[in-house]
C-alpha cells in the first residue's frame, strides 16, 4: 500500500502539487490524468523520493519516505518498476542487455540466471525470440513494451507507468494497456499510470484522478468536457 498525504511541491512560485492524497491498494492500478506540465512526472518522482517535497508524506506500507534514510528509500525503490516517459533504452545495447541491466547493476546472479530471467520476461511481454535487436529496430510500442520489462527485471511489487501509451498508434497502444492490465491481474502489480490520454486512463484505472492545478480530484465518469474544461 503506498499512501500520499497532503503532498506539496512548488519551483520557486509555480505550485505544482497543492496537498495532494491518494493511496494505491495491493493490486490495484491508479491513474493520474492531466495534460502536459502539470505536475505527473513531479508527483512520481516525489512518491519516490527523487524530488524533495515541501510538505506531506509518502508512505509504503505504512512507513514514511521522508522518515527514513536514504540507504532505507533505496530498498523501498527497488520495489518500484519505473517506466520512464520516452522508455529511456540504452541505444546501444540490445533488448536483453537492456532487461537485463538492474539485475546486473543491483543482484549477483550468474549470466545464465540472467538469461532465463529475461527469457521470462520477453514472454510476459509478449517479445520471446527479440533478445538480440537493438532499439533503432523496435517500434515506438516494442521500446515500450522493452521499458515495461526493464521495470520488472528486479519483480517489484509496484509499477509506475509514465505516459505509456504517448504517441502510440491505436493498435500499439492497445498492446501496452492490455500488459499493464495483466501485470495487474496476473501477476498483482500494482501501479500509478500517469498519462494525458483518455482512452488509457478509462482502460486500466481502477480509480481514475485528475491533477489540475496542483489540485486532485477524484473522477467517477469521464467526459471530455470535464478534461478540457
Ligand atoms: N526541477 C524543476 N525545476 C523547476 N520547475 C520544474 C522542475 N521540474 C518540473 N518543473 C515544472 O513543473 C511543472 C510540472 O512538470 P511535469 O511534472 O514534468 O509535468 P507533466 O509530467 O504533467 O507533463 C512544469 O511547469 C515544469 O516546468
Ligand atoms: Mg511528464
Known amino acids: 500500500m503506498i499512501e500520499v498525504k497532503n503532498v506539496s511541491k512548488k519551483f520557486d512560485s509555480l505550485i505544482v502539487l497543492d496537498n495532494v492524497s491518494f493511496s494505491v491498494g495491493d493490486a490495484r492500478l491508479i491513474v493520474i490524468l492531466g495534460p502536459s506540465g502539470t505536475g505527473k512526472t513531479?508527483?512520481?518522482?516525489?512518491?519516490?523520493?527523487?524530488t524533495p517535497v515541501d510538505s506531506g508524506e509518502v508512505l509504503f506500507d505504512g512507513k514514511s519516505i521522508q522518515?527514513?534514510?536514504?540507504?532505507?528509500?533505496y530498498e523501498i525503490r527497488k520495489n518500484i518498476g519505473f517506466v520512464f516517459q520516452g522508455t529511456a533504452l540504452f541505444d546501444s545495447m540490445n533488448v536483453l542487455d537492456n532487461i537485463a541491466l538492474p539485475i546486473v547493476e543491483h543482484t549477483?546472479?550468474?549470466?545464465?540466471?540472467?538469461?532465463?530471467?529475461?527469457?521470462q520476461i520477453l514472454e510476459i511481454i509478449g517479445m520471446s525470440g527479440k533478445?538480440?535487436?537493438?532499439?533503432?529496430?523496435?517500434?515506438?510500442g516494442?521500446?515500450?513494451?522493452?521499458?515495461?520489462?526493464?521495470?520488472?527485471?528486479?519483480d517489484p511489487k509496484y509499477l509506475f507507468y509514465d505516459e505509456p501509451t504517448t504517441g502510440l498508434d491505436p493498435i500499439m497502444r492497445d498492446r501496452v494497456v492490455n500488459l499493464i492490465i495483466d501485470l495487474k491481474k496476473k501477476y498483482a502489480k500494482s501501479g500509478i499510470v500517469v498519462t494525458h490520454d483518455l482512452d488509457t486512463a478509462k482502460a486500466v484505472g481502477d480509480e481514475i484522478y485528475m491533477l489540475k492545478k496542483g489540485?486532485?480530484?477524484?473522477?467517477?465518469?469521464?467526459?471530455?468536457?470535464?478534461?478540457?474544461?
Open 142 to 154: 516494442m521500446k515500450r513494451l522493452v521499458a515495461v520489462g526493464r521495470a520488472l527485471a528486479l
Open 42 to 50: 513531479v508527483l512520481l518522482k516525489a512518491i519516490l523520493g527523487l
Open 108 to 119: 549477483s546472479a550468474s549470466t545464465s540466471e540472467v538469461k532465463d530471467k529475461v527469457v
Open 131 to 140: 533478445e538480440k535487436l537493438y532499439p533503432r529496430s523496435l517500434s515506438g
Open 67 to 73: 522518515a527514513i534514510d536514504e540507504s532505507e528509500i
Open 215 to 229: 489540485k486532485i480530484s477524484k473522477v467517477r465518469q469521464i467526459r471530455k468536457e470535464v478534461y478540457n474544461g
